[in-house]
């Protein structure tokens, strides 16, 4: 295994949620400010002059979202205060915020997800009912809310093909589709074989399709059309301890485990491409580039990591490369 010791900085950073906004640059919060910052290449440097923080509206600021298709981005209040918790939608281009929407009786906001190609915005508020709630943020008007106490969720994302579907998990997976007047309904989910597992994460794959992890170190593929598991499979253990984060890419499932191990998976096999290990803490949040060959890592201890995808394999090409050659040597 190797150690990862890829370009990191930060500044107060809180081990949140990091989102890459264009191919060269990033976004997450910064005590109460939004941080931007460049997301270079290997052969570039990147300059503190790049960098910008802009104060956020609100107090207590923890959680944050985006959508690059739109150029938005949304954060919320962690907890509720004097007022109800609120979430704020800032326009990237306009660097305003257009939108306030005021969570009533809410202690908190846990997470948020915008979609892609539309303007709803999906909030999930804090215990003890775990509400989901869904905006139509452009109109600044609560379309419907419905309960996810069932599963506890603390962990919402929308379909990317699909604008009417979303997921949820915090001890196990809910699919919600928003009906024509744009009431939430819990959908059919398959037999998970969940048993005694809690489902943590989870991350949209190809054509509807669902990677859940579990906090054992175990990843299942499920479909959100058919809420069954994708080809029969079960589940896989793929780490000895719990995962922290999932992100999927064209031909990998990058798992990213709580000791700080990372894991690129085949999409088709869940073989092991590569392995390395994360010296910058547990990474709990990661958002790739465009075309892949960049992700930004947020860790548990505050640190942000540019990692180029391309390097790294190309490096753990040469290390196989002489290992095969050195074994060869010692057979001959």
């Known amino acids: 295994m190797n150690s990862l010791d890829a370009k990191a ?7 949140g949620e990091v989102a890459v906004l264009s191919d060269s640059r990033y976004v997450h919060l910064c005590g109460n400010a939004l941080r931007f910052a460049p997301c270079p290449t290997d052969d570039e440097l990147a ?5 910008e923080l802009r104060w956020c509206e609100g107090a207590d600021v923890g959680v944050i979202t985006t959508c690059r298709e739109q150029g938005i981005i949304a954060y919320a209040e962690r907890h509720k205060s004097l007022e109800d918790p609120r979430i704020f939608v800032h326009h990237v281009k306009e660097n305003a915020v257009v939108a306030v929407l005021s969570c009533h009786g809410e202690l908190g906001i846990c997470a948020l997800a915008l979609c892609r190609h539309s303007h709803r915005l999906v909030a ?32 919402v994302s929308f379909d990317p093909a699909n604008t009417n579907v ?13 009906e024509e007047n744009d009431e939430v309904v819990s959908c059919y989910v398959g037999d998970l074989h969940k048993e005694d597992r809690d489902i943590v994460h989870h991350c949209w794959g190809a054509e509807g399709t669902l990677f859940l992890a579990s906090d054992g170190g ?9 809420g069954g598991r994708v080809g029969g499979r079960s589940w896989a253990r793929v780490a000895d301890c719990g995962i ?3 992100a999927v890419t064209m031909k990998h ?4 485990c709580v000791d700080g191990q990372m894991i690129w998976l085949s999409n088709d ?3 092991v491409a590569m392995s390395m290990k994360c010296s910058q803490g547990a990474i709990s949040s990661i958002s790739f580039t465009s075309d892949y060959h960049r992700l930004v890592a947020g860790t548990t201890q505050g640190k942000n990591l540019i990692i180029t995808t391309t390097t790294i394999f190309i490096i753990v090409f040469i290390i196989i490369l002489f290992s095969f050659f050195f074994a060869y040597s010692s057979f001959l």
């Open 269 to 271: 096999s869940y073989e």
């Open 253 to 256: 499932l990058l798992v990213c």
């Open 166 to 178: 979303f997921a949820s998990t915090g001890t196990t997976l809910q699919l919600w589709e928003i």
């Open 218 to 226: 175990e990843i299942l593929h499920v479909s959100a059309r058919t």
């Open 244 to 246: 922290a984060s999932l």
């Open 124 to 155: 999930i508020g804090d215990i003890p009912d775990h509400n989901i709630m869904l905006w139509d943020w452009r109109k600044k008007c609560k379309l419907s809310s419905i309960s996810a106490k069932m599963s506890r969720a603390v962990n």
């Open 47 to 51: 300059s503190s002059n790049e960098e």
């Open 9 to 15: 900085n930060a500044v107060g950073y809180g081990g």
